[in-house]
């Protein structure tokens, strides 16, 4: 049986032969363009994971001609410049998942962000250019992590403008708390191993990092209900995540992996330069090294785990899968780093993995140890 399958490229070809688009694409750019987005990386899935490599291949296809058709008439229409937009976020996605070579994705994603950068922050305050600019930013804040890189939409300017006019959800308020973090990456990554200084100020960064962690999260939970109320059972036994919706998984998932990353951090940053004032880099209120805050990692990996079900039932198709990869990776790579000889741990590993094989995504269990933890 055949699906009905919308491409950004399908909406280009369409244009260029003079056909006006339903009105829905024009009311719903969540759907039409963001959706587009997803849905051709989503043409290459099968309801249990990858499908055939020609699928996958005819999915980047789409992106790339979209791109290749748009880019002539920039100019010419307003309209280019949203459809040109999802079209390199096709190519993004379509990298990500079914990757071509190892620099493609940070092309792609330095070509958003400089896409973004032609206009000012302003301009992204509401209409279809916000809708786009809160679709982009999860992904180019995601990438800088992956890349240990400091990002412009860390800049004030970018925080604010854009939502002058609304007010920032659960999940884009984490990202603006977020997205300061990778800078911190990149400027351990400048200097020498053994600059206590630098060390020092990175650890301290890292502190205020999960500070304002904490701090987004007792707001959630007033926006987003009780959220000590999330633990469930599944049938089969295994403990496991309910969440009332896609976006409270999200924003959970993301600011627990978030919190792990610091706690390591500032752990591994301790311990390689004992001379630095444990006083100052209190994690609420433990010491770096402490049993507590240990604890708390594993904990808040089991979370993520446990929320593995929820982000990859087949309902929720590319969107929680895409959601919980990185999540995953933290996580997976805490509980092996603290937990590796622990065999309940390692038992939970498993059973997680299984989880994922069945859903078909094996891909997630097979990428390289995460550079954000060690």
Known sequence: MKTKQHTVCDECRRRKLGVRAPQKYDDDLTDALLGSATESSHAALSPKGRAPVHEAIEAHSSALKAVGCLIPRANDDPNNYTEISAAIMCLFLSEKFFPTSSSAATVHAR???????????????????????????????????????????????????????VVQDPLQALLSEACAIPAIFEMLDHCNDDSESAARKAAIQFVEAIN????????????????????????????????????????????????????????????????????????????????????????????????????????????????????????RGALEMFGGDDEAICEQLARNAEIIRQQGYEDVLLHRRTVLLG
């Open 111 to 165: 070509g958003i962000g400089e896409l973004i950068q032609l206009r000012p922050p302003q301009f992204y305050a509401s209409g279809t250019p916000h809708k786009l600019f809160v679709g982009f930013r999860p992904i180019l804040i995601l990438h800088a992590f992956d890349t240990r890189k400091s990002t412009f939409l860390g800049a004030p300017e970018w925080k604010e403008e854009p939502f002058r006019r």
């Open 212 to 331: 304002h962690l904490d701090f987004w999260h007792k707001s959630a939970n007033m926006t987003m209900g009780d959220l000590t109320r999330l633990q469930s059972v599944s049938p089969a036994g295994t403990a496991s995540l309910g969440f009332p919706n896609i976006t409270v998984a999200n924003s959970l998932s993301h600011s627990w992996a978030f919190w792990i990353i610091c706690a390591t951090q500032i752990q591994r940053l301790a311990a390689r330069h004992p001379n630095i004032s444990q006083d100052c880099l209190l994690i609420g209120g433990e010491y770096p090294a402490s049993k507590a805050v240990t604890q708390k990692v594993l904990q808040l990996a089991t979370y993520i785990l446990e929320s593995t079900g929820y982000l990859m039932q087949e309902d929720m198709k590319l969107y929680g899968t895409a959601s919980a990869f990185f999540p995953l990776h933290i996580a």
